[in-house]
């Protein structure tokens, strides 16, 4: 597996080290395949069996990663969850898409803008049938929710999506909040994506299942609940594990093994503490914050029981599912992902130069190069910054031993760079639906 290598000596530029990278013209597979696209919420980079969890157990994950390939640098581009679901729909930074900041409320008027052209509204574009799963964190007014947005079908709890909000199908609410038993929620919406698959078996599809588990509060059905070693916790993660098993089941039984792509990720880290070896949780920017777990699956066409060591992002996946399906992201808008069929494949370095971390409160503390992370901390003009430490990941991934003093020149240059960004993507931010002038 090609392993991109960034930075490595003095006087090598970010924009050489762009320049020399040569990436692979994989060829595309000639059929369309069928997309189940599966995110979980809080799900922390070591909270599955196959990457590392002594205590949860996590058989079917476990299958798709010895099937498929799994991800070790891999990021949500938000550290929670509104800005991670805006980077996944849109392809996007959040900042680009103005839903950085925190996360929407329960009850905001404000969403993902109808303008943007998501994942979804290209796929149907391609023929496919499309629907949304569970949670969605994108607004709640009828302009934002997801049958506005290129799904088809909707069926989930549109805001934050435990125990506060209504459940909904399409747009008319058909539980009120308070009256949902949230301990069933994994089951149904299971019971509602395999239901979709049956009945799009026929012609291509796109399920996008972002699971509400296990962001707090915790809950488990009857079935799970007390049997995991990591407490309730472990238990929604079990059921989770359980969902995927029964959504890859259904493909076998419908003889849909080898015309589906399955990814399954989170959309940050875990809230509330850290997680060896990485340091820093939900809602910050160390590692532990926004490099989370991902797997693919596609027998037949991905390469089994593969790692993927490339830096890749949640933003990548519009454009590399666009392409698939056999279009490509809007010319009229500009994003920020790349197509990653190639390093999937093991056939290419990761196509980003860099990566910049925003926190919760939406500001730039941190980018990444190859194996080179700086973290800042922003002065209040927004003008300058302040280099806080460097960490070489690949020898250092818990972000213990700041090598900045022995490095200045690659402090400097990466202070830049997350300058260069951050005020591009400040100047070119589009719209969010229901802010205020």
Not at 11 to 16: H, K, S, Y
Not at 185 to 213: C, M, N, V, W
Not at 414 to 432: C, G, I, N, Y
Request: charged share 25%; net charge neutral; glycine share 10%.
């Amino acid at each position: 597996m090609i392993r991109h290598e960034c930075l490595g000596a003095l006087g090598v530029t970010l924009a050489g080290v762009a320049m020399s990278s040569v990436w692979a013209a994989e060829t595309k597979p000639a059929v369309k395949p069928n997309i189940i696209l599966m995110m979980t919420d809080d799900q922390g980079y070591s909270d599955l069996s196959c990457y590392g969890s002594p205590n949860i157990k996590t058989p079917s994950l476990d299958r798709m990663a010895a099937e498929g390939v799994r991800f070790t640098d891999y990021y949500a581009a938000g550290s929670v969850c509104t800005p991670t679901r805006a980077s996944l729909m849109t392809g996007c930074y959040p900042k680009r898409v103005g839903l950085h900041k925190g996360v929407l409320p329960t009850i905001s008027e404000k969403g993902l803008h109808p303008d943007e052209v998501t994942i979804a509204e290209l796929l149907r574009g391609q023929g496919y049938a499309t629907a949304c799963v569970a949670k969605w964190h994108l607004g709640v007014t009828t302009e934002t929710l997801p049958t506005r947005q290129g799904f088809d079908s909707y069926f989930g709890m549109p805001g934050d999506n435990h125990g506060k909000g209504e459940l909904y199908r399409g747009t008319n609410i058909i539980e009120q909040a308070g009256k949902i038993d949230i301990n069933e929620l994994t089951q149904r919406y299971t019971t509602e994506a395999i239901e979709f698959i049956k009945k799009s078996k026929d012609k291509p599809f796109f399920l996008y299942l972002p699971h509400g588990a296990p962001h707090s509060p915790l809950y488990a059905s009857k079935n799970f609940r007390g049997k995991s070693a990591a407490g309730l916790r472990g238990d929604m993660i079990e059921e989770v594990d359980w969902s995927v098993g029964q959504v890859l089941q259904t493909l076998k039984d419908l003889q849909l093994d080898e015309k589906t792509l399955v990814i399954y990720t989170s959309d940050n880290g875990q809230d509330g503490r850290e997680q060896p070896p990485l340091r820093g949780r939900k809602g910050n920017t160390w590692e532990g914050g926004m490099r989370v777990p991902c797997i693919a699956r596609w027998p037949g066409t991905l390469p089994s029981g593969t790692l993927c060591r490339e830096m890749t992002i949640s933003f990548d996946w519009l454009p590399t599912l666009a392409a698939l399906a056999g279009t490509a992201p809007t010319a009229d808008r500009k994003i920020d992902g790349k197509d990653i069929w190639s390093v999937m494949c093991g056939k290419a370095k990761s196509p980003h130069d860099h990566f910049v971390y925003y926190n919760t409160g939406g500001k730039a503390t941190a980018i990444r190069s190859g194996k080179w992370k700086l973290h800042v901390h922003p002065e209040a003009s927004g003008k300058a910054t302040t280099a806080t430490g460097l960490y070489d990941l690949e020898a250092d991934i818990g972000e213990t031993n700041d090598v900045a003093q022995a490095h200045a020149d690659i402090v400097k240059l990466l202070v830049d760079k997350l300058q260069q960004t951050d005020q591009m993507l400040t100047k070119e931010a589009r719209p969010v639906f229901g802010a205020k002038p």
